[in-house]
């Protein structure tokens, strides 16, 4: 998970500094997106590990998740876990989480 | 071969005269001068080097240099025979030798030598530089590092607190850590400042400043402090001071931030206060920033310790005590001077004084600008109060001032043309809350629109929602051109009392809207809701000039808060969907819930800039 946390750490300073914000107006913004993205991880491992999850639920975990990559300017990441949304393969989220 | 009794007695005459001898010995150096010239006896020799060495002064050597000249001269004079006159000869080149020579060489050496011990010590001690600015330069470094390591710490853990998420015993143990940290960061920050003053990198930088404002922005930084504190009374008292002074604003806050951190570390109960006076004097204007309290204060012994490094006069306290140590340094570099008085049991004060040279007057563009004020009957007579209303009509503003409750509510409620500009209250600590709900009720109804309601001297923290800046001092002068300036800047965006609501579950997102709409519309009021129940439940309060909605959230989603929206019978503004669910389907179904548009996610500064400005726009035109 660190690689993702590192990765889109590096990505959202480069995209948000775009926006001409300063350093320190991002650093706790950033900081607490990191959070909410280590949180939103954990829960996504967690429904997947279910035996049975729903989909509505994979669904709306992976949604969040990917609007907040959007939001961090990961972008690859994003779309990865938007693409993810349509998949029977629960497998493939698995694997997709065991990449970084 | 022998002096004559007429020479000996020659000589002796010579020595009691010139060198203030008694007669015993100067006849005993003649019997060894005697020796040296006529049987070569080397003591009178050394005799003399010794006494020359040991005079070490210029003047007795010439002394002597003339005694033996003139004496030589005499001697010859008297000598007939020419082997007696070469032996007078080598005695006299002896001694010369002896005494001149020898020394003019031992000094040569002596200079050598010294150059050698200069150049050994000289390496010596760049060595010692070098060692020294490499532990200073790796200090430094480890500082650093450790503080944005720290800075991060304490990052997390307050974001931890902040979120609620833990409670009882891990919400204590959570405080605990934060406590550390905040102290570990001090500390840092103290190892930090010595080693940059030791190694000479304390940079001094001069700029123009506002006094008044320089001392708000320190009790600012002790804010928290002042408030958990209750068993202290915080008080602060300033000179009014319409004019700018050039100095180092920053090492000057940093002096008394570690006056007010003192006094509040060395004081249980009673007071802590701060104050700044000042005199005009030839060369420019004296300010004296002072501090007192009512701590436990010092022994006369404690006092003569107090500036110096690890002076902590009670080690139950936090702290290396350095603080006192950096602010006599700070004080030094930058010219000031430090003077503290204390009394055991009775308190401290600590006082500054600085001689700022360089002065520039301030001159408001205030011209024309209705300026009201309602001030309570105990700050009525402050001098203060009055000099900075004066100074304000003084510069074109036209300011009226409420002296009672009534006339100002009276005023609120029936003004029809005469609107100001600004409205400050200088109130008791109650009415705030009753004068907050007033603005509310009178901006409800599309009045006093364009006013900036000032609450100031508030002298303690109100959470008031309506008045568009709070002091809870006195407010420095120069607030009110710049809220005079912030407002035009606001008519000229139509961005007024912009009013903005986000729903959206995720908190980053959240966070980040309040950072865009920020950074253009400063004055604008961002409300966030972490859910729909939460959204709907704001709207039911308070009206917004615009939403954001996100469509999908655990719960009630975007379409659902939508309908409750509708539902609710209120005067609905303008609701933007924010969500990166781009396809047709959702266009389609946003339009067909009322929505206005969408605000597509990842957030585009631009397009919600667009957004705002077609709603400010809108308000202009009405």
């Known amino acids: 998970m660190q690689k993702l946390l590192n990765e889109t750490k590096e990505k959202a300073y480069l995209f948000l500094r775009e926006f001409g914000f300063e350093e320190d107006e991002l650093e706790p913004v950033i900081n607490k997106g990191l959070i909410d993205l280590e949180n939103a991880i954990h829960h996504l491992s967690e429904v997947v590990e279910k035996e049975n999850p729903k989909d509505e639920e994979v669904d709306g975990v992976l949604h969040g998740l990917k609007g907040l990559l959007f939001q961090l300017g990961n972008h690859d990441a994003a779309n990865k876990a938007e693409r993810l949304r349509y998949t029977d393969d629960l497998n493939e989220i698995r694997m997709w989480l065991d990449s970084f | 071969m022998k002096l004559s009794p007429e020479q000996e007695h020659f000589f002796i005459e010579r020595i009691k005269k010139e060198f203030d001898r008694p007669e015993e010995e100067a006849a005993e150096t003649v019997e060894s001068l005697q020796k040296l ?117 304490h990052g997390y853990l307050s974001i931890i607190d902040e979120s609620k998420a833990l409670r009882g015993e891990q919400k204590f143990q959570l405080k605990k850590a934060i406590h550390g940290a905040v102290s570990l960061q001090s500390l840092v920050k103290d190892i930090l400042n010595i080693t940059k003053i030791n190694s000479g990198q304390l940079e001094i930088q001069k700029s123009f400043f506002d006094m008044e404002d ?9 804010s928290i402090e002042i408030r958990n504190r209750q068993r202290i009374t915080f008080e602060y008292e300033s000179m009014f001071a319409p004019f700018l002074v050039y100095g180092d604003q920053m090492h000057m806050m940093e002096i008394l931030i570690n006056f007010l951190t003192n006094a509040f570390k060395y004081t249980e109960e009673g007071f802590v206060k701060l104050k700044m006076t000042y005199q005009k004097e030839t060369k420019g204007i004296r300010a004296v920033f002072t501090v007192s309290d009512s701590g436990i204060g010092m022994t006369p012994e404690q006092l003569q310790d107090v500036f110096n490094p690890y002076s902590r006069y009670q080690k139950k306290k936090q702290g290396l005590g350095l603080g006192m140590h950096i602010t006599k340094q700070l004080a030094d570099r930058l010219g000031g001077e430090l003077e503290v008085k204390s009394e055991p049991g009775v308190g401290t004060t600590f006082s500054f004084s600085y001689l700022f040279e360089k ?9 024309g600008k209705k300026i009201y004020f309602y001030i309570e009957k105990s700050m009525q007579e402050r001098t203060y109060v009055k000099e900075k209303i004066d100074f304000l009509k003084y510069h074109g503003a036209i300011v009226k001032t409420f002296k009672a409750e009534n006339l100002l509510i009276n005023f609120l409620l029936n003004a029809q043309k005469d609107i100001p500009d600004i409205l400050s209250v200088l109130s ?195």
């Open chain 2, 37 to 153: 010239l006529y049987e070569g006896d080397m003591k009178i020799v050394y005799d003399l080097q010794y006494r020359v060495f040991k005079a070490n002064d210029p003047a007795y050597t010439q002394k002597l240099l003339n005694f033996l000249f003139e004496g030589y001269t005499y001697l010859y004079d008297q000598t007939v025979e020419r082997k007696e006159k070469e032996k007078l000869g080598v005695g006299i080149r002896q001694l010369f030798t002896f005494l001149f020579i020898e020394r003019c060489t031992y000094a040569k050496e002596m200079e050598e030598q010294s150059l050698v011990s200069q150049h050994i010590l000289k390496s010596v001690s760049d060595r010692l530089n070098t060692v020294l600015k490499t532990q200073e330069r790796m200090i430094a470094n480890l500082s650093h590092e450790m503080r944005t390591s720290l800075n991060t710490i």
């Open chain 2, 214 to 222: 320089m001392l708000l922005q320190c009790i600012d930084h002790l």
């Open chain 2, 359 to 367: 002065t520039q007057n301030y001159q408001p563009d205030v011209k």
């Open chain 2, 428 to 622: 008791e600590p109650q009415n705030y809350t009753k004068i907050d709900a007033l603005i509310y009720y009178l901006r409800s109804g599309k009045r006093f629109e364009k006013t900036v309601f000032l609450a100031e001297n508030m002298r303690q923290h109100l959470s008031l929602k309506y008045f568009d800046d709070l002091y809870e001092y006195c407010a420095p002068v120069k607030i009110y051109e710049k809220l005079l300036k912030k407002d035009d800047a606001q008519r000229k965006t139509g961005g007024v009392g912009l009013s903005v609501l986000v729903v959206d579950d995720t908190e980053t997102n959240l966070d980040i809207f309040r950072l865009f709409i920020g950074k253009d519309y400063p004055n604008a009021k961002v409300d966030l809701a972490g859910g729909g129940y939460e959204g709907v439940g704001m709207c039911k309060v308070k009206y917004y000039d615009i939403i954001f909605l996100d469509l999908k959230m655990p719960g009630m989603n975007g379409f659902e808060v939508m309908q409750k929206l509708k539902e609710l019978n209120i005067a609905l503004p303008p609701v933007y969907a924010f969500t990166a669910d781009v396809y047709k389907s959702t266009y389609d179904k946003i339009f067909e819930y009322g929505f206005e548009g969408i605000l597509e996610k990842p957030l585009n500064p631009e397009h919600l800039n667009e957004i705002l400005q077609r709603i400010t726009n809108a308000e202009t035109a009405e």
